[in-house]
């Protein structure tokens, strides 16, 4: 009985051992083949490194001002009678704002009207009999100077109605409104601000040490918030002519077209001054910059040793950005390429292949569809 259970743990531990032997041969099998196993490579779009000649730029931040601004007020004393505009609206020239009461002026007209009438006629009688001596002189000088002192009184009478009509000094966009209907105005009284805002002039600033390179004409780039991925070019259309004394600052002026006013007074706005010096700098498209904490990298395409392309990993140190670019100021050189997207899912050492046949065009001033 012995002799069977000892055969038996002896054919178990044989089998055991056999399946064992089988599975280690499996799993070394499985091993080199998958060292042997190669992942497909990668599809990347790439782009060169290249030399470009950049604008040399002033920056600062400015503010925006209407061409032309004013709050309309009231220049007499009167009653709303009249509210002739919506706030919001453009108005041109010209157009009624608001009328105010002038029943008492319209009344005292008529009487001056009459008197200047009368008066005219007294002046050509007299005129007429001059000449023959019928009336002195001084009669005739004192009917002459009644003549025009009623018709100065007349002009006065209408000078104020004309300024209870209240018009738009010059075309522009209108504000809230202040004013209601029956409300007695005094002179001063607010009614409505209105702005002209195309174009729209920028106010900034610059060190005086700059001033030389300053000059009315030249062009500006001005970006804001409110337009985000949009540069509106402008030119500098007048500078202070003297500088602040506390800052040492230049006071400059920039005029750039606003048609569809979303640009408003009051706003800043981020000012980039052209100059004539142009220098020179390295271009990458900005998406093939993979950002890191311990630094900035590039994938660059390499020659793999048995055909076909792999990626390098080179760090980098950027310089300014223009658009879709920015300028690398350390770690490549010009004639390279690199990846130019995608690069968050790719490794040192890894196989492409590249395809540029969708890859997306860069611009150093793109200008978005929807802008």
């Known amino acids: 009985m012995k002799k069977i259970i000892a055969f038996t743990l002896i054919g178990l531990i044989l089998v055991v051992a056999a399946l064992a032997a089988i599975k280690m041969s499996q799993f070394k099998a499985m091993g080199e083949q998958a060292k042997k196993a190669v992942p497909p ?71 001056a009207v009459s008197q200047v009438t009368l008066t005219k006629t007294v002046l050509d009688r007299n005129a007429q009999m001059l000449p023959g001596k019928m009336i002195s002189q001084a009669d005739y000088d004192a009917s002459a100077a009644s003549h025009e002192q009623a018709a100065s009184q007349t002009d006065n009478i209408r000078a104020a109605i004309a300024k209870k009509t209240i018009r738009a000094p010059f075309s522009g966009r209108l504000g809230i409104r202040q004013v209601n209907l029956g409300q007695t105005l005094r002179e001063g009284d607010p ?15 610059l060190p005086q040490q700059n001033l030389a390179q300053l000059k009315p004409g030249l062009p500006v780039r001005v970006t804001c918030d409110v337009l985000p991925g949009v540069t509106i070019d402008g030119r500098i259309s007048a500078a202070n002519p003297l500088v602040d004394a506390d800052t040492r600052n230049i006071q400059l002026q920039a005029t750039v077209p606003n048609p569809a006013e979303r640009l408003l007074p009051g706003m800043f706005v981020n000012v980039a001054v052209g100059l004539p010096v142009k220098k020179k700098v390295l271009a990458i498209p900005a998406t093939a ?50 990846v130019s997207t995608g690069v968050f899912k790719l490794r040192t050492g890894q196989a492409v292949v590249v395809d540029n046949s969708k890859a997306l065009p860069f611009k150093t001033a793109p200008k978005p569809g929807n802008s």
């Open 41 to 111: 490579p990668e599809v990347v779009t790439t782009a060169p490194v290249e030399s470009v000649y950049w604008e040399t730029a002033l920056t600062a931040v400015g503010s925006l001002t209407a061409v032309q601004g004013v709050t309309v007020a009231a220049e007499l004393i009167g009653k709303v009678v009249e509210i002739a505009f919506e706030s919001g609206k453009t108005v041109k020239k010209g157009d009624l704002l608001v009328r105010q009461d002038t029943g008492s002026e319209q009344a005292q007209l008529a009487g």
């Open 191 to 205: 009614i409505v601000t209105l702005q002209a805002l195309d174009p729209i002039y920028v106010n900034f600033a």
């Open 289 to 338: 910059v993979l950002y890191a904490p311990y630094g900035d990298s590039v994938f660059v395409l390499a020659d793999a040793k048995g055909g076909g392309k792999v990626l390098r990993q080179q760090f980098v140190r950027l310089g300014e950005r223009r658009g879709d670019f920015l300028a690398v100021t350390d770690g490549l050189k010009e004639g390279e390429t690199i």
